[in-house]
């Protein structure tokens, strides 16, 4: 077929195919090439997170100092003594002398299959000492989150004695 064709008629087809080339290239090149830049960060990406799991022991002891440790909730009492316990040993390392701690009823847990328990705490003492014990309940493993805390000060004392605060604050914890 092609010994029928002029040479005209063959640089025509030539220009023909050259253009169907550059028009599939147009129209599908920048997709193709915008894949190909998405591919290539998410491959950097993870090629970023792939070093920083491979990161020597210091730095890998830095990031898991940072991460708060949880306990596996326990059964209520079992969890219930824990959690008292690791309370009363956090308000004794920062001073704070306070009545005995009392469970407070449980409210609807966030968390399928769990209850949650709550500690009520009051006590007077410095306001430094309250700010010592929020800075270290992070590092009470089964401490769900602060569910309130108040903080009141007697405002008929003079300047100086007003360091002097009391505390009311509720601590919640899962149990199963």
Request: with cysteine.
């Amino acid at each position: 077929m092609t010994a029928r064709l002029s040479q005209r008629e063959k640089r025509m087809l030539a220009l023909g195919a050259v253009c169907a080339a550059a028009i599939v290239i147009f129209t599908y090149g920048p997709k193709w090439l915008d894949h190909w830049r998405r591919t290539r960060r998410s491959l950097a990406a993870l090629r970023t997170k792939m070093e920083l799991a491979n990161a020597d022991k210091a730095k890998q002891a830095g990031l898991f100092s940072i991460v708060p440790v949880f306990e596996t909730p326990q059964g209520e009492e079992k969890q219930k003594l824990l959690f008292r316990n690791k309370v009363n040993e956090q308000l004794k390392r920062v001073g704070i002398r306070s009545e005995p701690l009392q469970v407070s009823p449980g409210g609807k847990s966030p968390a399928a299959g769990y209850k949650l328990l709550r500690l009520k705490c009051s006590a007077e003492c410095r306001f430094g000492q309250v700010l010592d014990l929020l800075a270290g309940l992070k590092d009470n493993p089964y401490l769900l989150g602060v569910e309130e805390l108040r903080i009141t000060c007697d405002k008929k004392k003079p300047p100086g004695q007003r360091q002097q605060v009391k505390l009311d604050l509720t601590v919640s914890t899962f149990v199963k």
